[in-house]
């Protein structure tokens, strides 16, 4: 079975310029996560789709954080215009719908400079 | 606001020595409980959960974790560490009516020395 696919896996940006993050969930996962996982923290959730859905969004910072789910199936989370405190890993994780259990992709590593 | 805390930020310890890796959570209503462990430059990988039932449970890896609801903790123990198993362990917690969110610990760096 295929794992969580994200990409890129590296990312360097200037600050003010924008990024795109995308993953590809683990075929027949109904639910998305996107966290944000500075160095030395814990992961923080950015945002959870059930479907093309949005049931939480609490966390993101929506004055330049943006994240779509069309088809619900893959998703993009975008940062425009990117600041040095974003500097961080991007998880995106998915599950089945009412599973407890989510699994996690290998990370998209931002640097902003 | 729920929250997870994992008061050692790093645990050095020798190959074949037990290891104990705390995790406290704060919340009054029952939750589910998981220990994540990430290897350098990869995703997180579940280690093991507690759902409900015994209150003791197991990796197939020799971890084990109790959930103490008094004290509401949820410690991960392992009786003889192994090189391989130096990574980063997360603790997080997640409330049956939150949509399942995690909310994790800031993470404790298991570093095993030969």
């Known amino acids: 079975e295929a794992g969580v696919a994200q990409s890129p896996r590296y990312k360097i940006i200037e600050k003010r310029q924008s990024v795109a993050f995308w993953c590809n969930p683990i075929?027949?996962?109904?639910?998305l996560y996107w966290y944000q996982q500075i160095l030395g923290q814990g992961p923080k959730l950015l945002i959870q789709f059930q479907n093309n859905g949005v049931v939480d969004d609490s966390q993101l910072p929506k004055d330049r954080f943006s994240a779509e789910r069309l088809k619900g199936v893959d998703s993009t989370l975008k940062i425009q215009p990117a600041k040095l405190e974003d500097s961080a890993v991007y998880l995106c994780?998915?599950?089945?719908?009412?599973?407890?259990?989510?699994?996690f992709g290998q990370g998209t590593r931002l640097t902003v400079v | 606001a729920q929250s997870v805390t994992q008061l050692d930020s790093q645990v050095p310890v020798f190959e074949e020595a037990p290891v104990e890796l705390r995790c406290n959570y704060s919340?009054?209503?029952?939750?589910?409980l998981f220990w994540y462990v990430q290897y350098p430059n990869q995703g997180l990988q579940l280690l093991l959960k507690y759902l409900s039932g015994s209150t003791l449970v197991e990796s197939i890896n020799g971890f084990e974790a109790e959930f103490n609801k008094s004290q509401t903790s949820f410690h991960l123990r392992k009786p003889s560490v192994h090189i391989s198993d130096t990574a980063e362990y997360f603790c997080?917690?997640?409330?049956?009516?939150?949509?399942?969110?995690?909310?994790f610990g800031s993470g404790t760096r298991l570093l095993v020395r030969p």
């Open positions: 994780a998915s599950s089945l719908v009412g599973v407890k259990e989510a699994f």
């Open positions: 919340s009054s209503v029952s939750v589910y």
């Open positions: 075929s027949g996962h109904a639910t």
């Open positions: 997080a917690v997640s409330e049956p009516d939150s949509s399942y969110k995690l909310i």
